[in-house]
């Protein structure tokens, strides 16, 4: 179901997620917000990537988030400011942590990860986590790749998989497809 086939007469309460949608470089974006911290960065208003409920309303937060990620796509930013929150179990918590120290315009593999948060033979694990990632782009998960170096599934698709890493690192891309 797609957002403009909602009946959008939701109650708002203060736990309901704001959401807002964004045109970009790599196509439409949603950032939600919760608790003045961002819990969601999806592609696109399939509803396959979002609350059940939620409220449509920019914030400053969602504004600044947006910002931030609009100054990426064009190779102004490499670090990002926003206080995150991302939903998930304390495994999946551990690895997009672990996401977090892939450096900008560097990629590790899902069995690097997996070596990363003490289970070397995890890297299943990993990629599963890894698909869960509630907040893309300002969790990197698409800076992993298979072992081989080659690019692997990424939920938002491989071609923006691939132009992620095409800002990142420009023309050094150096990938196996």
Do not use: S
């Not at 949608?21 to 208003?45: C, D, L, M, P, S």
Request: with cysteine; charged share 25%; net charge negative.
């Amino acid at each position: 179901m797609h957002i403009e086939e909602m009946d959008m007469e939701v109650e708002w309460n203060e736990e309901m997620e704001r959401i807002w949608f964004y045109q970009t470089k790599v196509g439409e974006i949603g950032i939600g917000e919760k608790f003045g911290a961002i819990v969601r960065v999806t592609f696109g208003r399939d509803m396959g990537g979002l609350p059940e409920e939620f409220d449509m309303t920019e914030t400053p937060l969602l504004k600044l988030a947006a910002v931030e990620i609009q100054e990426y796509l064009e190779g102004k930013r490499k670090t990002f400011d926003l206080p995150l929150a991302p939903e998930g179990t304390p495994f999946q918590k551990q690895v997009w942590q672990a996401l977090k120290k892939i450096p900008y315009g560097q990629t590790a593999t899902y069995g690097q990860i997996a070596a990363a948060v003490g289970i070397p033979k995890g890297a299943r694990a990993i990629g599963r986590a890894n698909h869960e990632n509630p907040i893309a782009i300002l969790i990197p998960c698409h800076r992993v790749v298979g072992a081989d170096g080659r690019l692997t599934g990424y939920a938002a698709g491989i071609e923006i998989k691939k132009a992620l890493l095409t800002i990142e690192q420009g023309e050094q891309l150096k990938i196996r497809e």
